[in-house]
């Protein structure tokens, strides 16, 4: 092991993308190893502006395995980050840097440390599915470190012990989460049903909707739903492996219309399943709701889905516009029903891809406050009882990548001198 002396550090940095389910992800049938009851469906967010970026660094001077998470130091015990970085380190191989005169040889990766740090562009508080993003970059980066011979379908399957929904954020694009039938999990992991180019005029707005209290966590809801719905067989032994096989037509066909009823309707039945549950669990919330309701109230309006919707564990809305035009006439109506308070500035209320404000002719807080009625709508809502507040922030963004590796050093987050936070 090593160079002349022991004090070298060799690192790696990879950004990986989040992703949002399109047919849901509930109920696992072995708690350990995260194995789920139903295939799921997702599609992969532009890491521009959605993703996680992580070092990974090793060298002989590190006394124990540490890591960082947005600049604070966070506890590595615990099942999801011990699963990872043991699956990783028996695939371990040898590798050699020869211009800094390293060689490690694979069994040295058991004894060697690693220290870790990780950052989210998007607030971790905001429920935007960050272990997703994380979990995966975790495993992708520590697999470029180790120099692991598997693709990224079988990385997919040791991310997946980390955070069930991580193993789709290992492709970029359309991605299927294959359940698999093997005890050991060894196929149940994700496969790309299509590149982000094979259809990338589709445009993604967020809302992040305040949440007042914490939702019951991912983890004892599903358990609970598995426990006590009945519903939820019914969901995943008739309904889902039926909707899999019509949303991978309507992705492949580029057919928005079936996409657009697949996604909303697969995401009002998982709420549903989680109503259906004892006691009952509740993540959508007013706002929520009323998202669903301008949303739907415009697409029967057009007697075709212009945009549909998706909810996962929490209140914010995902919804999915058919191009840059559809993008455009939904932020109008997101805006005239949901309006920023008033030291908010606009800047800061829509973020991503601001393109679409302009699209939609918004300048300024004059042309949001100047938005007239969708015809869709009968009765316009005086400014003064429009909910402001009730949204945090949109985020517009788009289908994206998959995961990258970093190889500009001023990306790294570890100093390459001590290997701790810059
Ligand atoms: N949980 C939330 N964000 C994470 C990250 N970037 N890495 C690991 N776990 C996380």
Not at 358 to 373: F, H, Q, R, S, Y
Not at 374 to 385: C, M, R, W
């Amino acid at each position: 092991m090593g160079g002349e002396s022991e004090k070298w550090i060799l690192m790696v940095t990879a950004r990986t993308p989040t992703n949002i389910a399109v047919i849901k992800y509930w109920g696992k049938r072995d708690e350990t190893l995260i194995l789920p009851i139903n295939d799921s469906i997702s599609v992969t967010l532009d890491p521009s502006h959605l993703c996680t970026t992580t070092t990974v660094s090793v060298s002989p001077s590190f006394d124990q395995d540490r890591m960082w998470l947005n600049g604070k130091e966070i506890s590595l015990e615990g099942g999801r980050f011990q699963s990872c970085l043991r699956e990783i380190r028996v695939r371990a191989q040898d590798v050699e840097d020869k211009k800094k005169g390293i060689k490690i040889k694979k069994e040295d990766w058991q004894k060697l440390h690693l220290h870790i740090a990780s950052y989210n562009n998007f607030p971790t508080a905001a429920g935007l599915a960050s272990s997703a993003a994380g979990l995966a970059c975790l495993v992708y980066s520590l697999a470029k470190l180790m120099n692991l011979k598997e693709d990224n379908s079988q990385l997919s399957a040791i991310a997946r012990q980390g955070s069930g929904s991580a193993c789709r954020s290992l492709y970029g694009g359309f991605v299927k989460w294959v359940m698999g039938k093997e005890d050991n999990g060894s196929d149940s992991l994700a496969v790309q049903l299509a590149d982000e180019k094979h259809w990338d005029e589709l445009v993604i707005i967020i809302a992040v909707v305040s949440a007042r209290q914490k939702e019951t966590s991912s983890t004892s809801g599903m358990r609970d739903t598995v426990e006590t719905s009945a519903l939820i067989q019914h969901r995943a032994k008739e309904v889902v492996p039926k909707r899999i096989v019509q949303m991978e037509d309507a992705i492949q066909n580029r057919d928005f219309p079936s996409f657009a009823r697949l996604t909303c309707t697969d995401s009002n039945q998982f709420h549903a399943v989680c109503l259906d549950t004892c006691p009952p669990i509740f993540y959508m919330n007013d706002t929520s709701h009323r998202i669903i309701s301008c949303v739907e109230k415009w697409n029967s309006a057009e007697g075709a889905p212009q945009v549909a919707y998706t909810f996962d564990a929490g209140p914010n809305a995902v919804m999915i516009a058919h191009n840059k035009k559809t993008a455009a006439l939904l932020l109008q109506r997101l805006l005239y029903n949901f309006p920023p308070q008033s030291d908010t500035d606009l800047d800061s209320y829509i973020i991503g891809d601001k393109s679409i404000l302009k699209d939609a002719g918004i300048k300024d807080m004059k042309d949001v406050e100047a938005l007239t009625p969708p015809p869709e709508v009968k009765d316009s809502i005086p400014l003064s009882q429009k909910s402001k507040g009730d949204v945090s922030y949109f985020i517009c963004t788009r289908p994206g990548g998959g995961p990258v590796v970093l190889s500009d050093e001023t990306q790294s987050l570890l100093g390459p001198l001590t290997g701790l936070p810059k």
